[in-house]
């Protein structure tokens, strides 16, 4: 039987300032299970890395959960005090934060860094807990690792400080992993391993793992399910072939043709996204994506549920009401099947742009199944 570690309904999160009231997060609900990869994605300010961090209790002033439930194995962790906070975090659930530079303390050594969360959370004594932390640099590729406990972060490249940031999270063997964008500003060839890594983690344990990021290259790879989240809201969610060959959501379907062709010998226009993101000091009252959908019609104005598509396929959107498509479409010219045709196109661009000629088609079908 599966194993739910994090689940969160109708989660909201807001950070007050002068200017009013921004609604980062706007009733998302998701969870996640014991041994598998669930990909956050989606563009910058959308939500992703607040809603994170609202799993591990880290959302403070200016900003506070208004609404909603983050359940870690069925126990609500809302309202929790500081000392119950800090028991789970790093021993239950790790974070890799986004720039291990400014995660890492510039100013200690790795050693001193690793051994003080190793202690702090499994009760070793020093030098255990210092063997430890050399067994987990190895684990993560790091070699001499006990000459490079004695080392400053600034001694280490940026993808060497990311294996860091990764060792430290697993060293107190937590059952969730949650990795705010790893890869970003790392080339290609270190991004490869990193990545290479997290697979290799899940295969050898049965931890949960949350990979938030913008790149969809990355989801295809180590993901097995797929969040979209747009405007503080979850838009459509899915396994990776869901997402991949049959987005059901507009917006979906846009960053699926968003992403560059690899090959072929010729030349294509990336289409983007025309428009802006929401402002979310003052929100639509409807679909966040309303402005800048190609099939926005009259009912957009009201927010849509998430519509069942399939065996935990989700999406967001008016176009799988089925008033609508009794109704025979809308004055824009979208017919009953414009979500279903849509998503036809999209599928197709997705293996071309989305997996194969982006070069990670060769990945998806492998990984999606852990």
Sequence with gaps: ?????????????????????????????????????VGIVGESGSGKSVTAKAALGLIGPPGRVIGGDIRYRGESLLGWSDSRWRK????RIAMVFQDPMTALNPVKKIGAQMVEVIRRHRGLGKEAARLEAAAKLREVGISEPERR????????????RQRVMIAMALSCEPELLLADEPTTALDVTIQAQILDLLKDIKAKSNMGIVLITHDLGVVAQVCTRVVVMYGGMVMEEG???????????????????????RGGGTRERLVPIEGTPPDLLDPPPGCPFIERC????????????????????RALCWLHDAEHAAAGGDSSGNKPNAGASA????????????????????????????
Excluded: W
């Excluded at 989660?11 to 609604?23: A, D, H, I, K, T």
């Excluded at 406990?149 to 060497?160: I, K, N, T, V, W």
């Excluded at 060959?245 to 992403?259: A, D, E, I, M, N």
């Excluded at 998503?343 to 742009?353: T, Y």
């Design 294 to 313: 190609p099939h926005a019609f009259a009912k957009c104005v009201e927010r849509p549920p998430l519509f069942e598509l399939g065996d935990g396929h």
């Design 239 to 261: 396994t990776v072939e869901d997402i991949f060959y049959r987005p059901g959501h507009p917006y979906t379907q846009g960053l699926l043709k968003s992403v560059p062709k």
């Design 343 to 370: 998503s036809n196109d999209s599928a197709d661009g997705a293996r071309g742009d989305g997996l194969a000629e982006s070069g990670v088609g060769e990945h998806a079908g492998r990984d999606s199944d852990g």
């Design 149 to 160: 406990l004695e080392q400053y972060p600034h001694e280490f490249s940026g993808g060497m």
């Design 1 to 37: 039987m599966t194993e739910r570690l994090l689940e969160m309904e109708d989660l909201r999160v807001s950070f007050y300032s002068r200017s009013g009231e921004n609604q980062a997060v706007r009733g998302v609900s998701l969870h996640v299970d014991a041994g598998e990869t």
């Design 88 to 91: 789970l975090r790093g021993n």
